[in-house]
Nanobody, 121 residues
Framework: QVQLVESGGGLVQAGDSLRLSCADS????????MGWFRQAPGKEREFVAG????????MFAESVKGRATISRENGRNTVYLRIISLKPEDTAVYYC??????????????WGQGTQVTVSS
């Protein structure tokens, strides 16, 4: 059974950086790609970043490209998202996702409960 638990959100200032973590308590972490999505108030959930099983392949939304890094530690069943130069428009609930396949181009199989990130100007 997959259980994804995010941490690391909070209130930050514009220009700051933060790192979100997502731990998978299940036994499938090392077999699947992982990703991060976000949902701002009144908007649909959107893709932020994804990483393949090995970590060799990553992909990012245009809105965070150049500011975000996604990484994973398979030995810890944990995936990370680091964003620098945060902007107020980065404010959202950030969700961890486990994909159905080894690539972040596959469909999402499971979601975390989300962690709030608020960026003040």
């Amino acid at each position: 059974q997959v259980q994804l638990v995010e941490s690391g959100g909070g209130l930050v200032q514009a220009g700051d950086s933060l790192r979100l973590s997502c731990a998978d308590s299940g036994r499938t972490f090392t077999s699947y790609a992982m990703g991060w999505f976000r949902q701002a108030p009144g908007k649909e959930r959107e893709f932020v970043a994804g990483i393949s099983v090995s970590g060799a392949y990553t992909m990012f939304a245009e809105s965070v490209k150049g500011r975000a890094t996604i990484s994973r530690e398979n030995g810890r069943n944990t995936v990370y998202l680091r964003i620098i130069s945060l902007k107020p428009e980065d404010t959202a609930v950030y969700y961890c996702a486990l994909y159905r396949g080894g690539s972040p181009n596959s469909a999402v199989a499971s979601w975390g409960q989300g962690t709030q990130v608020t960026v003040s100007s």
